[in-house]
């Protein structure tokens, strides 16, 4: 435990609130872990499955009206209502406190309150950053443990300081219409209520990592981004570092454990994990620009993860998951998902821990008829991923060579081309989007503006984020080069051109060769592309160089068409969109022109 009177305050102020019947602090040790466990599986809160194909995992179901984040409940309450800007709902701080304290009053009445010391990052270093995490869920503190490091070494770190951030989530009765997911930056403080759901709970990842990381980032001089971290390891041994950034449903966790083709894992090359999800990324003494993974573990979404998409990510899984609304196999206790194989089980509870009829599945019904919940998801220790870099645990992070954006895009969006300077990269970043798939309700090939993919996580208003963006291309010394990829382009029948999984890795050996100023490009409109026959197709069936020259053409129309609606998205923003931006955008669109 601790002497610090701010952590002792705030706690005893909490539990006036909430009430809990007793208080636990969390101490990081095996054995308490186990012991909560073992009270989650006697309440039903948890299954045990099958220790000897699963050792040391668990099934959790949360509520069926509480399965995914909730961006129109997340707030940013910052004092003035323009700091958090337009694209973040916003609620004044003291209206806010008030308006929780009533759903938190006497939530904890008959429950625990656990105390979860955590740290992002390596505890004791230089960039880690610390807080302290209440709830009544032991759910949310077992995932905490895989996720994030946990302990009595974190209360030694932080000491009699003041500076750590304060976390309180209670599921209070898991209310929909009073669920409020609220972040007060100045106060360095995270409310969560009324959900159960990892994105909304574990208040480590996308709550501190991200909203409230970018607000002390960008204090600071450094930043918080949404982006996996991965190292591509050549034949003579050297490594270098990507980061990149995705919407969701782009495939972060797969590029981040790529398993490269056949013919280059034949030459030797080979793909390391650093991070699947968030990278804070700093300027080193060296004037790079070094990123880091604060998370300590992986929260992956379980469909469409086997062993053919994503087998590092599937091992990762097979010890010490806790596994969120999956399928249940009753006849051997396991777990299973759609996409996980081409077997369903015939004596299964869906996710919502129904009796299960396979047979009914509908594609366009998933929520209503899938097994498992399409953002069902696993919970894993990072350690247990075959692919995990040696520099995983460095406190320092990796040097970053080149930093990537990525969309959806059936038409606009090239497989590949790279940004003209940071500057330029920023505003890349600025107007990336995905198109909504077939696969989600709605229209299809709505474009969805999600800059940096951080449209959900940035704690503050986006016109300033972007401004922090260009400020720290000013004063990295060596930037890493920006680029943006498409994997997802597609024919005139809707078929995906280019493979994708381990075949990206060949557009990645394009994007490091170009930091290196080992090979040529083509400056375009939109920026440089690869010359057709840099792109590596050796090995790769049904992909010719004219296959290549379709993926990097530049479809000017559909760009001229794109450009309104960037135009709309930068008014929605608002008037803290930088100049930069509106003239590197004008200047786009010259070009497209010309
Ligand atoms: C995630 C997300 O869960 O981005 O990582 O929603
Ligand atoms: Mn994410």
């Known amino acids: 435990m601790t002497k610090n009177k701010y952590i002792l305050n705030w706690i005893d102020e909490m539990a006036a609130m909430t009430k809990p019947d007793k208080i636990v602090w969390i101490d990081g040790s095996e054995t308490q872990a186990e012991a909560l466990r073992a009270e989650a599986c006697s309440t039903g809160e948890m299954i045990k499955l099958n220790q ?31 700091d958090a800007g337009n694209i973040n709902n916003w609620i004044a701080p003291a209206e806010c406190y008030a308006r929780l304290s009533k759903l938190y009053t006497g939530s904890m009445k008959g429950r625990t309150m656990y105390v979860i010391p955590y740290s992002m990052g390596i505890v004791g270093s230089e960039f880690a950053k610390y807080g302290i995490e209440l709830t009544d869920s032991i759910y949310v503190v077992l995932n905490m443990l895989i996720m994030t490091r946990v302990g009595n070494d974190v209360l030694e770190t932080i000491g009699d300081s003041a500076d750590y951030i304060k976390g309180l989530h ?21 409310w969560s209520v009324n959900s159960g759901y990892g994105g909304n709970v574990l208040l480590g990842k996308k709550c501190f990592a991200l909203r409230i990381a970018s607000y002390l980032g960008r204090k600071e001089g450094w930043m918080a981004e949404h982006m996996l971290i991965l190292g591509v390891e050549y034949p003579n041994g050297e490594t270098k570092y990507v980061c990149a950034a995705f919407p969701s449903a782009c495939g972060k966790t797969n590029l981040a454990m790529l398993i490269p083709p ?13 991070g699947d999800d968030i990278a804070w990324l700093r300027i080193g003494s060296d004037g790079r620009l070094w990123a880091m993974n604060p998370e300590n573990g992986f929260f992956g979404v379980a469909p469409g993860t086997n062993d053919k998409s994503n087998p590092n990510a599937l091992a990762t899984t097979r010890e010490g998951a806790i596994f969120t609304n999956v399928c249940h196999n009753l006849d051997n206790n396991s777990v299973w998902w759609e996409g996980l194989d081409k077997n369903p089980p015939h004596n299964a509870l869906n996710w919502r821990g129904e009796k299960w009829d396979y047979t009914k599945y509908d594609k366009a019904d998933k929520v209503g008829t899938s097994g498992a919940h399409p953002n069902s998801r696993f919970t894993a220790k990072a350690t247990n991923c075959p692919c995990l870099s040696a520099e995983f645990n460095n406190p320092a992070g990796v040097p970053v060579s080149a930093i990537v954006f990525g969309g959806r895009r059936a038409r606009t969006a090239p497989l590949v081309y790279q940004s003209t300077s940071w500057q330029n990269g920023t505003f890349v970043g600025s107007i990336m989007a995905s198109e909504t798939t077939a696969a989600a309700a709605g229209a299809v090939g709505v474009v969805r503006r999600d800059p940096m993919a951080m449209r959900p996580f940035v704690g503050y208003n986006m016109g300033d984020y972007w401004q922090h963006w260009l400020d720290m291309g000013k004063i990295i010394p060596h930037a890493p080069k920006i680029f943006h990829v498409n994997w997802f382009r597609t024919d005139d029948e809707g078929n995906f051109i280019w493979p994708g999984f381990g075949d990206n890795l060949r557009v990645l050996e394009w994007i490091l060769a170009r930091c290196e100023d080992k090979v040529d490009a ?21 992909v010719t160089i004219d296959t290549i020259k379709d993926l990097v053409t530049v479809d000017k129309e559909s760009w001229l068409a794109d450009i309104a609606n960037i135009r709309d998205f930068y008014a929605l923003v608002g008037d803290r969109v930088p100049a930069e931006l509106h003239k590197e955008l004008n200047q786009l669109e010259a070009r497209l022109k010309a």
């Open 170 to 190: 209670s599921k209070a009765q898991l209310d929909e219409e009073n669920r409020y997911i609220c972040h007060f930056p100045e106060d360095n403080t995270i």
């Open 52 to 82: 000897d194909l699963l050792p040391g995992c668990y099934l959790h179901r949360t509520a069926v009206n509480d399965v995914a984040r909730v961006e129109g409940r997340t707030f940013i309450c910052t004092s003035k209502k323009e």
């Open 522 to 542: 083509n400056l375009s409109p939109i920026g440089y592309l690869p010359k057709p026959e840099d792109i590596n197709i050796e090995g790769l069936d049904g």
């Open 262 to 274: 056949e013919t280059y894992r034949k030459k030797g090359f080979k793909v390391w994990t650093v």
